[in-house]
Every structure is written in structure tokens, then in C-alpha cells.
């Protein structure tokens, strides 16, 4: 392991840590926080358990079809806008704006359009997750550098060979800070609905453990849900340093 | 490669009148000879090198490859060779060198089969799984090379491909590129900025004035088809760098002063 990866596991045992500490000594009380070995025994037990399995199911599904839609139609979306420049002069600064508001917003529209359920959810983490995957493949397509399109040219491809085999891997760095982006706006849009939307799902459990002063079984769903957005950050950003390294090695 | 009455002017904007970039310019570029372009700074060396190739469309005049008119999309057996390096940093060397071959849907073992062949010709056999990043400029500019040497053009176009590489890499790379026309038996076009690179590569060296860029003189250096990067040691060489630096010199002043009167000191 590299000397900053232990940097980074020795703030987060540090910081545990110290929560560790000053829970079992009452500084902090059992009503608002229980002690970070507990959340990690409680979610063990969760996991172990089955007993959330269908939920987990549930949310991770609307996740993986979030990010699907997201990184699809951010890019399709992006690329639309990027191909014709009087549509990217007049519609990128909107789009800037929007990714300012929070979707959620909508969710009493949503609600009367498609009721409670998967739907609204996954249209609600979708629309945090589009924009920023479409800004990002404009911002990637703006930055290919001109001599890739005259090579494209000079090697007579198609349109669709020159998005496929050119346009894509030379944005391919800013596309996926986008899919990064999304993967996380996904994650944080279907759980915040499933506070509100939904009668299944990792969120649905949090909140009903909440209202039910189940501080255990609520911090531990919050520790299986933290451990669940490390890993797949983590993998996104190895594959993110690989791919930069080849890059600029 | 016939060339006639070929002239660029870039539209004027914003109430500005039009540039008159390049031309006309009259040339015959004949099978299997090298030919050098030189000429001032801005003189429109790299427009007239899109024209020939066909990425951009001239404002007047005809340019003709093999009989075929060639306007606004880069004929079959033309290549290109760009003065920045063109390599696909996501794509191994040997991933670049077959690139167009996988673009053009070859069967693999034709692929890899001509891959090798461009990889080993210009020196990359040991380099094959390396990426871009990890090559040096002169090894980068041998990928671009090879990538475009692998579709076996009839003509190859080379845009100032060595001016960022130092005097002794250039020097080799010349004699690299002298080796691929032999062997290929390709027609080749290099823009260069440099006399001496000119004047030892080619077989007749076309002199351009400052814009709008027009030939003003079309020199035969008549070297020996086998010739390499010594004949810098032979006195004609000196005498026909000097001859294009009398020609040039002016025109290069007028590039200069065109540009120092831009200059509102």
C-alpha cells in the first residue's frame, strides 16, 4: 500500500477513533450516537442477517438503473448539445443552473405523475446524475484536442466510428469524472426518496428506524450504506488512476 | 498529384475584410518523388498541406490525386503525418499503429500481420505494449508515422513532423524517412521550416513567399536516390541551403515586418 493510502486509512481510524472514544465516555450521548464499533457490529448483523436483504436489492436495482440512465443520457444529451454550437452557447449555461437545484424539489410533481414507488425514485436520482455526466461530456468533447478530429478524417470514418473509436476514449478522462459524479448523485437520489418515496429500500429503513428510535439498527444500515458508496468510489477512482496514468505516465 | 490556380481566403469578420491565406499556387507532384516545401512563418505552409489532403476545401482553384479531384474529404491512398504528435495516448503503440487498419475492418491477420511489419520498419518492436505517454517526442512522432505507413499510402503528407525534436534526432529521423520513401516507393510531401532539413531530404524543394503563400521557385536538389543525413558533408548541400536562403530571406523579412507593424510601440 501506498504511503498515501495509509495517510488516508489512519484518518479514518483516527477520526473513528476518537468518536470511539468520546461515545463510550458520554461525551457524545447513545441517543444521538452509538459507538462506531457498534454501527460496525450492527451492520455486520444486518448483512449476516438477510433480514434487509430485499431492500438491498431494491436500492442497489434503482441504483445501478439510475446510473445507467444517467451516464447514457448525460452523454447522449451532451453530445446533442456539443454537436450543434448555437444549441451549446444558449443551453450549457442552463444547465449549469440547474445542476444548482436540488431535484427532490419535484418530488410532489412526481408523486401525482407516477405515485410512490421505483418510478419517481429512479426519475428523481436520474435528474441528479444527467446533468452533470451531460457538462462533463460537453467539457470532455470541447477539450479533445483538433488534431484527434483531423486523424478521424484522414482515416475516412464514419460519424459513429468517430464518436466510438475517437471522441469517446479522447474525452474519456472528463467522461469519467461524469460517471463518478453520477454514481454518486444516483446513490445520494434513490436513498434521500426512499426517506420520502418509497415503501422499500435501504432509506425506508434508515427513516423507519429513525421513528422508531432504533439508533442501533439505524446506524448500522448508515455504516453497510457508507461501506457500500467506499467501495464503489474506490473502484471508480482506481480505475480513474489507471487510466489517467497511461495518460500522462 | 496535379495542382492548379490553388488559392485559400478565410472570410473577414466582424467588418474585417478577407484574408488572402494562400495562392495561387501551380504545382506537379510526381509519383515516387520527394518533394520539400519551405517558406516564411505564417506563409499558409500548413494550409496548403490540408488543401492537398483534403480537410479543408480551397476558396478557387483544383487539386487532383491519380486523376480524382480531391475537395473537402482526404482521398484512399493518401496519408497524413501532422506536426503535433497525433498519438492515441489511450491506445499501446501497437494499438495505434493498427488503428486505421481496424478502422478499414482488415481480418486480423492481415492486421497484425502489416502492424508488425510498420512497427518493426520504424523501431518500435520492443515498445509495442507501451503507451504514448511513456515514449519520448522523436519515438511518439515513430508511432504516427507507423500508423500511417501500415495503410500503405501512395502519397504521404508530413507536416513539420520533426519541429519540435532536437537537431540529432532530426537528423535521424530524417534518414528514417528517406529509408520508408525507398522502400515504399510512396510520393511524399514535407512541409518543413527548416532549409537544411529541406534541402537534404528532397528531390526538389518548392520555395514559398510570405502570404498569401505562392511558389516562388522550385529547386532540384538532384541527389542520389541512396542518399542519408551525410550528405550534409557534400558542398552542394551548402550551396543549396544558401541558394534558398537568398530566396527566402526576403520573404521572411516581410513575414517580420508584417508582424512588427502589428505592433502598436
Redesign the interface.
Known amino acids: 500500500m501506498k504511503r498515501h493510502a495509509w495517510t488516508r486509512l489512519a484518518i479514518v481510524l483516527g477520526v473513528g477513533m476518537m468518536l470511539e472514544v468520546l461515545c463510550r465516555a458520554g461525551a457524545i450521548p447513545r441517543l444521538i450516537m452509538i459507538p462506531p464499533s457498534e454501527m460496525l457490529a450492527s451492520a455486520w448483523q444486518i448483512l449476516v442477517s438477510g433480514q434487509i436483504n430485499s431492500d438491498l436489492y431494491f436500492s442497489l436495482g434503482n441504483i445501478a438503473l439510475a446510473v445507467g440512465l444517467s451516464v447514457a443520457g448525460g452523454f447522449l444529451v451532451g453530445l446533442a448539445i456539443y454537436s450543434v454550437p448555437p444549441l451549446r452557447t444558449a443551453a450549457e449555461p442552463l444547465l449549469v443552473s440547474y445542476s444548482a437545484v436540488p431535484p427532490i424539489v419535484f418530488y410532489p410533481m412526481l408523486i401525482v405523475l407516477f405515485g410512490l414507488g421505483r418510478i419517481p425514485q429512479v426519475v428523481i436520482a436520474v435528474m441528479f446524475g444527467l446533468i452533470p455526466m451531460a457538462l462533463h461530456t460537453i467539457s470532455g468533447l470541447r477539450r479533445i484536442r483538433p488534431v484527434f478530429w483531423k486523424v478521424g478524417r484522414v482515416h475516412r470514418l464514419s460519424a459513429l466510428s468517430s464518436v466510438l473509436r475517437i471522441q469517446l476514449p479522447a474525452a474519456g478522462p472528463y467522461l469519467f469524472v461524469g460517471v463518478t459524479l453520477a454514481v454518486s448523485y444516483s446513490i445520494i437520489g434513490v436513498i434521500s426518496t426512499e426517506f420520502i418515496l418509497s415503501a422499500s429500500g435501504i432509506g425506508h429503513q434508515i427513516s423507519s428506524a429513525y421513528d422508531n428510535y432504533d439508533n442501533r439498527t439505524m446506524y448500522g444500515l448508515v455504516a453497510l450504506l457508507l461501506g457500500i458508496a467506499t467501495v464503489l468510489n474506490s473502484i471508480l477512482y482506481r480505475y480513474s488512476r489507471r487510466m489517467l496514468n497511461r495518460w500522462t505516465r | 498529384m496535379h495542382v492548379q490556380g490553388l488559392t485559400r481566403v478565410y472570410p473577414g469578420r466582424d467588418g474585417r475584410p478577407p484574408v488572402s491565406a494562400l495562392g495561387p499556387i501551380d504545382l506537379d507532384l510526381y509519383s515516387g518523388e520527394f518533394l520539400s516545401v519551405v517558406g516564411p512563418s505564417g506563409c499558409g505552409k500548413s494550409t496548403f498541406l490540408e488543401l492537398l489532403?483534403g480537410?479543408a476545401e480551397p476558396s478557387a482553384g483544383s487539386i487532383t490525386f491519380e486523376g480524382r479531384p480531391v475537395r473537402g474529404?482526404?482521398p484512399?491512398g493518401?496519408?497524413?503525418v501532422?506536426q503535433?504528435?497525433?498519438s492515441?495516448?489511450?491506445?499501446t503503440v501497437w494499438e495505434n499503429v493498427a488503428?486505421?487498419l481496424e478502422?478499414e475492418g482488415a481480418d486480423r491477420g492481415e492486421i497484425k500481420r502489416r502492424a508488425d511489419y510498420a512497427v518493426g520498419f520504424m523501431g518500435l518492436t520492443d515498445f509495442v505494449k507501451s503507451?504514448p505517454?511513456?515514449l519520448s517526442g522523436g519515438m511518439r512522432q515513430r508511432v504516427c508515422i507507423a500508423r500511417t505507413l501500415v495503410l500503405q499510402p501512395r502519397l504521404i503528407l508530413l507536416d513539420e513532423p520533426f519541429a519540435s525534436l532536437d537537431q540529432q534526432t532530426r537528423l535521424l529521423m530524417g534518414d528514417e524517412l528517406l529509408r520508408l520513401w525507398r522502400e515504399t516507393a510512396a510520393t511524399i510531401l514535407l512541409i518543413t521550416h527548416a532549409l537544411d532539413e529541406a534541402a537534404m531530404l528532397a528531390d526538389r524543394v518548392a520555395v514559398m513567399s510570405a502570404r498569401p503563400g505562392r511558389l516562388l521557385e522550385v529547386l532540384p536538389t538532384r541527389w542520389p536516390v541512396s542518399r542519408d543525413s551525410r550528405i550534409v558533408e557534400d558542398a552542394r548541400f551548402g550551396a543549396i541551403t544558401a541558394r534558398l536562403w537568398t530566396i527566402l530571406r526576403d520573404e521572411s523579412m516581410k513575414a517580420m515586418g508584417r508582424a512588427e507593424s502589428k505592433d502598436p510601440a
Not at chain 2, 88 to 91: E, V
Open positions: 489532403a480537410l474529404c482526404v484512399e493518401v496519408g497524413v501532422f503535433e504528435d497525433s492515441f495516448p489511450w491506445l488503428f486505421g478502422s503507451y505517454a511513456q
